[in-house]
């Protein structure tokens, strides 16, 4: 099992920046894909982005160009660079580890998850 534990969430106006962070421990062996996804409130939980173990990145339409995704496999942290925020990208986001991320998988693929931060954009 995978233990995963987010922070770095908070409030900020649109145009703003904010660094996600994911704490990962556990077996992780078998999770070579990592991911980070946002649930609005009343909305589904949609992926944003996902590193598999070679370092290959997939980004949702539209958060390209202004989310970067990375990890630091010495500190076991997964991260979520996120420029240009605008207020549509309120939502609670969480990270989650699969098996793998070939064909950018959806939520129901992804076997552990973090409790989520929360990111709020303001106009």
């Known amino acids: 099992q995978v233990q995963l534990v987010e922070s770095g969430g908070g409030s900020v106006q649109a145009g703003g920046s904010l660094r996600l962070a994911c704490a990962v421990s556990?077996?992780?062996?078998?999770?070579?894909?990592m991911g980070w996804f946002r649930q609005g409130r009343g909305k589904e939980r949609d992926r944003v982005a996902t590193i598999d173990s070679a370092g290959r990145t997939s980004y949702a339409d539209s958060v390209k160009a202004r989310f970067t995704i990375s990890k630091d496999n010495a500190r076991n942290t997964l991260y979520l660079q996120m420029n240009s925020l605008r207020p549509e990208d309120t939502a609670m986001y969480y990270c989650?580890?699969?098996?793998?991320?070939?064909?950018?998988?959806?939520?129901?693929?992804?076997?552990?998850w973090g409790q989520g931060t929360q990111v709020t954009v303001s106009s």
């Open positions: 989650a580890a699969a098996s793998s991320c070939i064909g950018f998988p959806p939520h129901s693929a992804y076997d552990d």
């Open positions: 556990g077996y992780t062996q078998s999770r070579s894909c």
